[in-house]
């Protein structure tokens, strides 16, 4: 179902198009025991099974808990919106025919975000993510539900593959692997076609991911552009590819020259992790197709000679006191639309790095994935930036 705005002019477009899964987030505080209690983690993202099933009842009517608009990638794309010109980012995804779905098109009315969801036909409900926040750790439960039903079809139909056309820039999150693998590989053909020079971003989105869902993610790889997650999932992206470390910048290394499509511009692979330096790694342009091997095969294979060739950088993240954190759920969300925001500006690697951080930092001092209204304008955290685009871009 398209929202009531209208398209914009054929030759504009909107430059940053987002896919994966709306989902409305309920939120509260937690300890041990509800951890517990659902078999969860502190610290880590999981799909719901049917012991989860009573969790999100349980967080609405006994821990007070928060509803907010939610969906990895949906969170980055309204970031991404926050900082960039009025009309510059679309998202799809797909939801039920219900009032959580109106919570979503309301949150992303008010971002300025371009949503067209799919609404399924089937009954299914929108998607709810369980969320129980302790300390500064966060675990998510999600129920897809609806967001499951996602279809190639929806992508397909004309009026929202004029604005794929249009789209410059792909943000793929890595949860939508779990839903419509087909979607995603027809956006990572387009960002491919010769002479259309698209670019494809990546999330791998949660570590159980590369560990579960490895064949699809394989599937995908030699489309990728940049590639964003942070040291849990990278290093959950080592192990089902028996790279045996733990080395950030070593796996960001192996990220950097597995095989790709498009030679004519080199792939990017970023990890951040948490207070410690986000690592950047950046193959040479042509290298990361040196050799004719699958994805899944590519990881062992690559020898110290491969990943000589990668320029090796890192960025120091900016302290914020402890007192004003307020919830890191979101944090890698808003980091990856800031990043985006850069892309879309045509800013340099050092700045659009420079902005997730600003971002992301923004984020943490709000409740829930979210961003404070009045919007704030950018402003560099890294003294050696200009907020205005390089002649030296990203992309």
Same mark, same amino acid.
């Given at each position: 179902? #398209?929202?009531?705005?209208?398209d914009?002019?054929?030759?504009e ?8 899964n ?25 799909l719901?099974?049917?012991k @989860? ?8 009517q ?5 509803v907010?608009a ?8 309204r ?7 009025a ?9 039920g025919?219900?009032?959580? *779905? ?10 300025g ?7 399924d ?6 998607g ?7 300390? @500064? ?8 539900? *609806? ?6 079809e @929806?992508?397909?139909?004309?009026p ?12 793929v ?9 087909p ?12 002479g ?8 791998? #989105? ?56 498009n030679t ?10 948490g207070t ?15 050799? #004719? ?5 590519? *990881? ?13 950088l ?21 980091? #990856? ?8 500006q ?50």
């Amino acid at each position: 179902m #398209a929202t009531t705005s209208a398209d914009p002019p054929p030759s504009e477009g909107y430059p940053l198009l987002c896919l994966e899964n709306p989902l409305l987030d309920i939120q509260a505080q937690g300890d041990a025991a509800l951890l517990a209690k659902y078999g969860l983690k502190a610290n880590d993202a999981i799909l719901a099974e049917a012991k @989860h099933h009573g969790l999100f009842d349980d967080l609405l009517q006994n821990h007070s808990a928060v509803v907010i608009a939610g969906g990895a990638a949906q969170n980055t794309a309204r970031g991404a919106q926050y900082m960039l010109a009025a009309r510059s980012v679309l998202y799809i995804g797909c939801v039920g025919a219900d009032a959580s *779905a109106d919570t979503l098109r309301a949150a992303a009315a008010q971002a300025g975000l371009r949503v067209e969801y799919r609404v399924d036909d089937s009954g299914q409900a929108t998607g709810r993510c369980g969320v129980i926040i302790t300390g @500064h750790e966060r675990s998510m439960c999600t129920d897809l539900a *609806a967001a499951n039903h996602y279809q190639l079809e @929806h992508l397909q139909r004309p009026p929202i593959w004029r604005l794929v056309e249009r789209a410059r820039i792909y943000y793929v999150g890595g949860y939508h692997l779990t839903v419509c693998l087909p979607a995603v590989v027809a956006l990572a053909e387009e960002a491919a076609s010769e002479g259309k020079q698209k670019v494809l971003v990546l999330s791998l #989105a949660a570590p159980f991911i590369p560990l579960l869902f490895k064949t699809q993610l394989d599937q995908t790889a030699p489309y990728w552009d940049y590639v964003v997650g942070n040291e849990t999932e990278a290093r959950s992206w080592a192990e089902a590819h028996d790279l045996k470390t733990t080395d950030i910048a070593t796996i960001a290394k192996h990220l950097a020259v597995l095989p790709k499509k498009n030679t004519t511009r080199p792939r990017t692979v970023i990890v951040t992790q948490g207070t410690d330096p986000t690592i950047v790694a950046v193959s040479a342009p042509g290298y990361a197709s040196s050799e #004719a091997l699958s994805a899944s095969n590519a *990881a062992k294979h690559s020898h110290s000679s491969d990943i000589a060739h990668v320029t090796l950088l890192t960025y120091p993240v900016p302290r914020i006191a402890p007192d004003q954190i307020n919830d890191t759920n979101g944090a890698g969300d808003a980091f #990856a639309g800031g990043f985006l925001a850069g892309l879309v500006q045509g800013v340099s690697l050092d700045a659009a790095v420079d902005m997730g951080m600003w971002l992301a930092g923004l984020s943490i001092r709000e409740q829930g994935p979210s961003y404070p209204f009045p919007k704030r304008t950018y402003q560099p955290l890294s003294s050696s930036l200009s907020s205005s685009p390089s002649a030296s871009s990203a992309i």
